[in-house]
């Protein structure tokens, strides 16, 4: 008991498909007690990091799977005396994505890890390093309850207008064949946080959440109208390596012209495609931004493409709301890149919509970025999912006792 709380320590694990990133909460006071990851997993050079009260470790480690870094990370929270023993944790939260038929926060059971590997095709980057470390998990630390709190759960309050493709209407029923959304625990946090700072429950946010995935939200009041991810992680804007939003009827053209299998192509749009792809030059916004400076025709392309995408669903997000009271950019694009953020918000004073543009280059962390007569209130938001799903997965537990 720390002030009365009983202490309650909870995981919260973040992974991709070649990294693995935690924090560990308190969620007496939610303060961070640590905070590490794993880059690289799969290479004999895999590098890790760990930080403990401000002070960072890091090193190199050969971590050949998931497995080997979520049990690196329970050594590293052992021997640093953040946990007694990995049965000290109330639960391991995982920021999850994709499963079939399921969305929302559940404890994690043999029925969620098999409609997660019913998506495996759908989210490849995603879901099968998860169903791997909850599975190893669940062998041997079985008295650790999982919690899967998934990235659709925010958007389950989207009307049916921006829910359904134009498909024939039972393939939505009976194979949930529509815009699911993602990102949420990110679009989540933005919710809250934005709501609270324009002062108005009912506020109109759209969260631009731009990083090695991209993605934006319509919000209103809190809650979700809109996503531009759709069924897949694959959709919506162009992404680091994933395609974004893409015409299926170019597949047979494609197949016929390459010789390439449907597969092939599928891997060809979820790893070679979005900025790396257009670009030539790497799925990286940095490395693209200066090749563009450097005056490389595709990487310019690229750039215009992404903000394109960007300004596409934000005109449209600006109508389906009535207007906005807070644009937010976040993410690792939306947070650090003054050239996209300048690019994306240019000419839509007639919106309302002003940067200044001296906040815009210095702003760091939170803060606000339009100009004095900016209608619109414009911010730079660091997103907190790990705190989103460390909430939910403590929420699940005292729902399921
Ligand atoms: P993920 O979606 O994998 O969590 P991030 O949110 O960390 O990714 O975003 C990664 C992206 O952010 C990369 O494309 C990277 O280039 C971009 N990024 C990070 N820092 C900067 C920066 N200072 N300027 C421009 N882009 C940046």
Redesign the pocket.
Known sequence: MRGGAPIMKILVANL?STSFKYRLFDMADEKVLARGGIERIGSPQSKWFVEVAGQREESTVAAKDHAVAVRLCLQQLTDKKCLASPKELAAIGFKAVHAKGITGVHRVDEAVLQAMEAYNDVAPAHNPPYVTAMRLLANESPEIPLVAAFETGFHETIPAAHKYYAVPREWADKHGIKRWGFHGASHRYIAERATKLVGNADAKIISCHL???SSLCAIKAGKSQANSLGMSPQTGLPH?NRVGDFDVFALPALMRATGKTLPQILDDLANRSGLEGLSGKSN???DV?IAALAGDGNARLALDVFVAAVRHYLGAYLLLLGGADAIVFT???GE??VTMRDAICRDLAWFGIRLDAAKNGLAKGEARIDAADSRVQMWIMPTNEELIVARQSRDCLAACV
Do not use: F, Q, Y
């Open positions: 991709g990083g090695g995935s680091n990286d916004l940095r931004e993410g690792g694009i650090n890149s």
